[in-house]
């Protein structure tokens, strides 16, 4: 019992609740030698409630880790807006008083890798999690597996972080070329481990079907010689892609989150109203897609999300709808009367 009482002591100094971004501040210098696991939440938002559970079991796991389970993302837009939080959960890895990596999204197993992953890699006490550190040599090859066209750079197609790997990912757009991509910065073991499971010591790293084809030089060099669009496959205009997945169901929801799990306050409202009307709809989640979230408002002349759409033609956002049902005008048009 009282092995059990000093456990569960443990477990509860290691989480830990900021109510400031001065404290978050004073929080990242004080735990700076240590890992540090901060969840962005909401009150409103129940995955959030459960994720906490979830770190508190992981904290009587890795007692040398800190893990703040409380962080209310509208009540710190500061905070919020420097490191990008536009759903809740989310949850940021610190070490060193820097981000070392993310996850968004209410994915206890994805969380609880990440936290074995980075507390194994530390230089902390060995522990007995160790056994759990995925073999580096398998996880580059699912890495580089992960998308018939992977892209290994500095920051992401949206905020690439270095001039060579923006170059790379300018010819990739040129070219309609469909791939996906990992941030080496995030993850320290990938970033090393790459060059020497490549053979190739500079990034950014251009694979295909999990074989490397090479960095920026020879990637120009394919361009240049027109074999680059012979081996790599094409993705799809994006208004063409768009006016399909408009037209995918008679009501359709482009929302941040799915029916299941709303991750922003308007997403949520928009389904309460919708699921009052009896309506059949289907949802797509904007924060899976950056193509489709970025892309979409210019398609419809739209800045802000969530966006209706019946038969493929927008409806409007969170107050056009509520307008529309306090006009009695909402079932009708959902049912495609209007």
Not at 4 to 14: Q, S, V, Y
Not at 211 to 226: C, F, P, R, T, V
Not at 259 to 287: H, M, P, R, W
Request: hydrophobic share 40%.
């Amino acid at each position: 019992m009282a092995a059990g009482a000093a456990d569960a002591a443990a477990a509860a100094a290691a989480v830990v609740e900021v109510g400031s971004a001065g404290q978050f501040e004073d929080l990242l210098r004080l735990k700076a030698k240590s890992l540090l696991v901060v969840h962005f939440w909401a009150p409103w938002a129940p995955q959030c409630t459960q994720m906490n559970d979830v770190m508190a079991e992981l904290a009587k796991e890795h007692p040398q880790v800190s893990f703040v389970k409380k962080l209310e993302a509208e009540a710190v837009p500061e905070v919020s807006e420097k490191y990008e939080i536009s759903s809740v959960p989310t949850f940021l890895f610190f070490k060193s008083s820097q981000k070392i990596d993310r996850l968004d999204g209410a994915h206890a197993p994805e969380l609880t890798k990440k936290v074995q992953r980075h507390a194994s890699s530390a230089s902390f006490p060995p522990s007995a999690n160790e056994h759990v550190k995925e073999d580096l040599s398998l996880r580059l090859k699912r890495l580089t597996h992960a998308a018939p066209c992977m892209l290994f750079m500095k920051g992401t197609p949206q905020e690439p972080r270095c001039g060579f790997s923006k170059q790379m990912v300018e010819i990739l757009h040129k070219h309609n070329i469909q791939f996906s991509s990992f941030d080496i910065l995030s993850d320290e073991e990938v970033r090393q481990g790459l060059k020497a499971y490549s053979n190739w010591p500079t990034y950014p790293q251009f694979y295909v079907s999990g074989e490397l084809i090479g960095g920026l030089d020879i990637i120009k060099e394919l361009e240049a010689s027109e074999e680059l669009d012979t081996i790599c496959p094409k993705a799809p205009k994006l208004e063409e892609r768009l006016k399909v997945l408009t037209n995918k169901a008679s009501v359709m929801l482009f929302m941040k989150g799915s029916k299941q799990e709303a991750k922003c306050g308007f997403s949520k409202q928009i389904l309460e109203i919708l699921n009052t009307t009896g309506v059949e709809y289907e949802t797509f989640d904007i924060l899976e897609d950056e193509e489709v979230r970025q892309g979409l408002k210019t398609f419809s002349n739209w800045p802000t999300y969530p966006q209706l759409y019946v038969k493929g033609e927008l409806v409007g956002g969170l107050d056009i709808v509520k307008e529309l049902k306090e006009n009695g005008e909402l079932l009708p048009i959902l049912r495609g009367e209007n």
